[in-house]
């Protein structure tokens, strides 16, 4: 016999980003995000995939330029490897679920906290048969001399910004809540970036780190977060 029980979830209050309301703020509609993120909350920072395929021009979860690895960090963005790679390695391995984050074609950023991030070039395939408990990713570009390592929180994540720079740029804020789908159930979304004319809660914004501040022209006055 079943033990009764009732799974409720972790109860999330309405966010209310606006400051003074969305009138007048420039926004972009029907945007387009890539699957396999899970559910991205109002308020959370945006990229664009930069590939030349794959999802290129989808959006995702901005990744902010510095990490601990911690629980407490909300980067859907990035998908933490099972295993460290080798030196100059061709593949990484990541859970499946995560591997649904990422499309043959797309161009793969590798990180940690101590190594300097590497482009891979783009992925060529993703084998989510060979083993029941993670996939593996094969990409262009085999990474340097140095291994990534995962008790240095390595991580692969799409690129999504200008290679000069972090990898991963800020291009906007979501406006709403949108769920794009976990592992082999994941979709995409439609959803609405807000771009500039704008005063939101700063509080109530995610992963808009300075950087991102600095990529969308933005300014913390008090609690609010201003875009130009």
Not at 51 to 74: C, H, R
Request: charged content about 15%.
């Amino acid at each position: 016999m079943d033990i009764p029980g009732v799974i409720i979830g972790q109860q999330k209050d309405y966010k209310e980003i606006y400051v003074y309301g969305s009138e007048g703020v420039l926004k972009v509609i029907n945007i387009t995000l890539q699957a396999g993120y899970g559910l991205i909350d109002a308020g959370f920072a945006l990229s664009q995939n930069e590939s030349a395929a794959g999802g290129v021009g989808k959006f995702l979860p901005y990744n902010p330029t510095t990490f601990t690895g911690g629980a407490s960090e909300n980067h859907p963005g990035r998908a933490y490897l099972v295993a460290s790679n080798t030196a100059t390695g061709s593949t990484v391995a990541v859970t499946i679920e995560d591997s649904y984050k990422f499309a043959v074609g797309d161009d793969l950023i590798i990180n940690d906290n101590t190594t300097t991030k590497e482009s891979l070039g783009a992925i060529t395939a993703i084998d989510r048969t060979t083993y029941s408990n993670y996939a593996v990713i094969t990409f262009t570009t085999a990474t340097g001399g140095t291994a990534f390592t995962t008790a240095r929180f390595a991580h692969v994540f799409v690129e999504a910004g200008d290679n000069t720079n972090n990898y991963s740029d800020c291009v906007g804020i979501l406006e709403k809540s949108v769920d794009t789908g976990l592992g082999v159930n994941a979709k995409g979304a439609v959803a609405t970036l807000i771009w500039s004319n704008c005063a939101l809660w700063n509080g109530m914004v995610t992963n808009v780190d300075s950087a991102a501040r600095t990529d969308i022209s933005a300014t913390v006055f008090g609690q609010q977060l201003m875009i130009r």
